[in-house]
C-alpha cells in the first residue's frame, strides 16, 4: 500500500490524496499539497500568495525527534 523508504529519505508525494502512515501512532494520514508563490510578507506571519501554475516539483521528508 506504500511506498517503500527509508528513515529521513525524501519523498516525492502525489499532490492531492497521498497517504502516509504515521510511524507513532499507526494511523494512515491523508496528506494534500500545494506550491504558492509568496507575494507579500506581513509581520505577523501571514503571507500573501498565489498558486503557482506549471512545471514544478515537491518534495518533502518527515523526521521524528
Do not use: S, T
Request: with cysteine.
Amino acid at each position: 500500500m506504500f511506498p517503500e523508504q527509508k528513515e529521513n529519505e525524501w519523498i516525492k508525494p502525489i499532490m492531492e490524496n497521498y497517504k502516509a502512515e504515521c510511524c507513532d501512532c499507526g494511523l494512515v494520514h491523508e496528506i494534500d499539497f500545494r506550491v504558492v508563490e509568496i507575494l507579500k510578507r506581513f509581520p505577523n506571519g501571514e503571507n500573501e500568495y498565489q498558486p503557482v501554475e506549471g512545471n514544478f516539483e515537491i518534495e518533502f521528508r518527515v523526521r521524528r525527534k
